[in-house]
Every structure is written in C-alpha cells, then in structure tokens.
C-alpha cells in the first residue's frame, strides 16, 4: 500500500495564469481602438501546470515543479493550482522578478499566442528538490524551449538520476520560437527520455527531417518510446522496441478552444502508462483527454476526469501505420538523434 505523501508524478517546466481571448476577429486595432470580442478568461496557463491540473483531474497525485514571481501573480496562480489539487510546494519564488503571463487569441481550431516569460525562465534542474524524486513514479518536463538556456542545462542530468531511482521520464519540448530545434543539450536530454511527446511540427523540426514517417523513426532509433500529436487527426505512436507503429484517433469533437489541448493530452498518456496500459492503449487516452479538453476556454477550462476520459477512449481507433508512406522501415541515410 502506498504512503500518504508518495507521488505519482511531478511536472516541471513553465507555471504562468492564461488570458484566453475568444472570437471570430480577433486582430487588434492600433490608433486607439476598441473593439468587443467574445469572450476573455483568466485561466491557469503554463503547459506544465495544465499538465499537473489534468493529471490531478484524471487521479493522480501530482508535484508542480517551477519558478513564479514575488507577485499577487504568482499567489493567484499557486492558489488556483492548489485548489486542483496540486502540490505546489516545488515551486520557488524569485524575488524581485514577475510571474510569467500569457495572452492567447483563439478562434477555436487555431490560435496566437504571446508570452512574457518572467521568472518562469529562471527554473533550472537544481530547483527540483531530491526528496521529492524519492517520491515519485514519473518525471514529465514541459516547455523545454522556453527554459532552454535555465532548465536545459541541467536536465540529461536530472533524467539520469530519476531514472536511477526508478522513475519513468518523459519530455514535450513544445515549439521552439526561436526555430533551431535544439542542440547537444536536448541530444542529451533525449538520450535519457524514456516516452517523447512532441507534435507534428516539433517532431520534424527537432528530427530534421521534412516527412512524419521518417521523423517518427529518427526520434524512436535511440530506444524511446514516441507518440506524435497530430490534432485532430489523433497521434502516431512508436514503441521503444520500435514494434508497429500505430495510428490511434477517437471521435472527433468540435473545439470551443485548443488552447493547452497537447498538455492535456500528455496527462492522458502519462496516467495511461501508470496505470499498466501499453503505448498505443496510453495513446488512446492521451487522445480522448486532449479532445474532451477544448470544450471550453483555456487547456483547464472543461473538466475532464477519468469517466469521461475513458469513456471517449473506448471508441479509439487503432491503425498499424506499417504500410503508410515512409512508415514501413528505417530507411537508408537516416541518422541517429543520439
């Protein structure tokens, strides 16, 4: 039986509160110009912390490691995170600096979005304190790009070492907005990554190649497990063993708000892979908490608990990608991303 302050997982990465605007025109006007759209929310932000909330959701017990300001930003925001349930005692205060925010323009399937990162850029690997890795079950890291020059550093590192007690790790970089993709530091990071967790775009961008197929065995070659993201489409998952890969997908819903729909996915995964199920069967749920989550603003907006979430995942579909275009085997010329 499990003691009481025993940890399923722990999140780190980015903690920032989420203005989601709604509506159909959503273009500011300069010159001093109102203009009305559908809705505004201030929501809890942050791929991260959207992970932890999901996570808590689906019932898991789960950390929140990461870096707000001295502000009633950051109380607000640990505050909104605790209420779900989420530890937040791993989560450092930088004096004199502000909690990071975010604005996102959404217009349901597509969105734009702005980020003052604040001292969410300041988390590094040695903010996460051992005694809660002894703790725990899993290690996800989200937003590796946003605290690539703090968190990057350190964390083959950190991986290794929750590997070493006996933790499974996993990593969504989320998109690099300065489009180089990584360097040694993410090679390294990887290398010690037992599930990797990127979209399409990310998955092509890091693996640098131009076709899905071939970027699906780029990521997996060095023994990981990989599960693409592909939106509405559902997501490709390779096993570590590199056995057949699968195209899983559940119904498809119609998205009020996309916004943290990937995090929430990454939850589903996750408690899937906790709770026994194999790869593509994790991906199935990672699919329906996705899905289940854009039915209303902001990546923690609708609730979606476990019920819900299995309930959408049993009408998954389950696709062996073998015979798609680049898909059937390595190919010659592929490198390794070791």
């Known amino acids: 039986m499990s003691s009481p302050d025993q940890l399923d997982l722990i999140v780190a990465g980015d903690c920032n509160p989420d203005l989601i605007v709604t509506g159909t025109d959503l273009m500011p006007a300069f010159g001093q110009t109102e203009k009305l759209v559908a809705g505004m929310s201030l929501v809890i932000g942050g791929s991260a912390s959207i992970t932890a909330v999901a996570a808590a959701r689906l019932g898991l017990r789960v950390a929140l490691a990461a870096a707000v300001g001295d502000d009633p930003v950051g109380q607000l925001i640990c505050s909104l995170l ?54 725990a079950r899993h290690l996800h890291v989200s937003a590796y790009f946003l605290l690539e020059e703090s968190l990057g550093a350190g964390l083959a590192e950190l991986f290794a070492a929750a590997s070493a007690r006996g933790l499974r790790t996993s990593l969504d970089t989320n998109y690099d907005p300065a489009g180089r993709w990584g360097d040694q530091r993410l090679r390294a990071a990887l290398a010690q990554t037992d599930v990797f967790l990127p979209n399409e775009a990310e998955a092509l961008g890091i693996s640098g190649e131009r076709e899905l197929g071939r970027a699906a065995w780029v990521l997996a070659a060095a023994g990981r497990n990989v599960v693409i993201k592909l939106g509405a489409r559902g997501a490709l998952c390779v ?28 939850a589903g995964v996750i ?18 908490v996705g899905a289940a989550s854009t039915a209303a603003p902001g990546g923690t907006g609708a609730r979606v608990d476990r019920r819900i979430a299995s309930d959408l995942a049993s009408a998954a579909v389950f696709t062996q990608a073998g015979t798609l275009s680049g898909l059937d085997s390595p190919r010659a010329g592929h490198h390794r991303l070791d």
């Open 239 to 266: 096993p570590a063993d590199q056995a057949m890969p699968s195209l899983v997908a559940v119904p498809q819903v119609r998205p009020l708000d996309t916004t943290g729909a990937g995090d929430c996915f990454n």
């Open 82 to 135: 605790a209420r779900e349930g989420v530890d937040t005692s791993a989560v450092v205060i930088r004096r004199g600096l502000p909690t990071g925010m975010t604005a996102v323009l959404s217009q349901g399937a597509d969105r734009a979005i702005l980020t003052a990162p604040g001292a969410m850029t300041t988390f590094t690997a040695a903010d996460l304190p051992d005694a809660l890795l002894a703790r």
């Open 271 to 288: 408690s899937g892979l906790l709770q026994g199920l194999d790869l593509p069967h994790a991906t199935a749920l990672g699919c329906a």
